[in-house]
């Protein structure tokens, strides 16, 4: 059986997107992991498969290169919202969201964050704009949950953070039943510069859900405008908060090409 795919990217957050609303597909941890192989498969941060729903106009499954199945990815929505070409509400684990196409890429909305400890979910009470942990000079994380759990660290300098030794530890410490993405921002000219360590994946170029968390983040302590701009090392994305609203991204989003693949070479 060959099954077609389209292999798009949001800033170089890369994602390999399989449409299984006509013919049902059977995805499994393993084979996701399998096709996200950047050495002996298609390569991808993340995996999509398009499925049908009763609650939006389609549902999206999302896998990160680990295999594991995730609640939301903020680039990969605008991704798909662009390869549809109209608006449309998008059922995910971590809730319906709706995107609209721009030139160039498209908008979601992501839905309203959500900040109580037992929501993100950590693994005791504690305040989450200013968690009283720390992990060397990483320190007072806030926690936010935009459809997948955050922590974000503001920085004198990301970029100097060293985040490939420190997001995994962080990632998997106990404090995080269901492990954590890693954001270390700086204040930069009215906006955010950001690096992520996404859980499952490692580095990432960006980060749709990361940008949306810690410009949420920065609104609630006061350190930017409810209009972020958040620089990755792939790009801008532009995050709106309304108060007390759904928070709003906007930002490039590319198709790289097709292809299709023999499904027995994977199973």
């Known amino acids: 059986m060959r099954v077609e795919f389209t292999k798009m990217h949001g800033l170089g957050n890369d994602f390999v997107v399989l449409d299984a609303r006509t013919t049902p597909l059977a ?106 942990v720390g992990w060397e000079d990483l320190e007072s994380p ?30 998997h410490d106990p404090l995080f039943p269901e492990r954590i993405n890693v954001n270390v921002a700086t204040v930069h000219d009215g906006g955010l510069r950001l690096r992520v360590w996404e859980r499952g994946v490692g580095l990432t170029r960006a980060c749709g859900t990361g940008a949306c968390a810690s410009a949420v983040a920065a609104i609630r302590r006061g350190l930017t405008s409810r209009d972020v701009a958040v620089t990755l090392p792939g790009g801008t994305l532009h995050i709106a908060w309304p108060m007390a609203g759904a928070v709003r991204m906007s930002g490039a989003a590319s198709e790289s090409f097709r292809g299709s693949f023999d499904l027995a070479d994977y199973t």
């Open 27 to 132: 995805m499994t941890n393993g084979l996701a992991h399998a096709l996200a192989d950047r050495k002996t498969g298609i390569g991808c941060d993340q995996l999509i498969v398009l499925v049908p729903s009763t609650a939006a106009d389609l549902g999206m499954r999302i896998f990160n290169a680990d295999g594991g199945e995730v609640e939301s990815c903020g680039n990969a929505s605008r991704a798909v919202t662009m390869l549809l070409g109209h608006a449309a509400r998008i059922e995910t684990l971590g809730g319906v969201i709706t995107g609209e196409p721009e030139p160039g890429g498209a908008a979601v909305d992501m839905g309203k964050p959500r900040f109580e400890w037992q929501d993100i979910p950590l693994a005791y009470a504690m305040d989450t704009l200013a968690l009283p």
């Open 142 to 171: 806030v926690a936010v949950n935009v459809g997948n759990p955050h922590v974000v660290f503001f920085v004198p300098d990301c970029d100097a953070v060293d985040l490939e030794r420190l997001g995994p530890q962080i990632e």
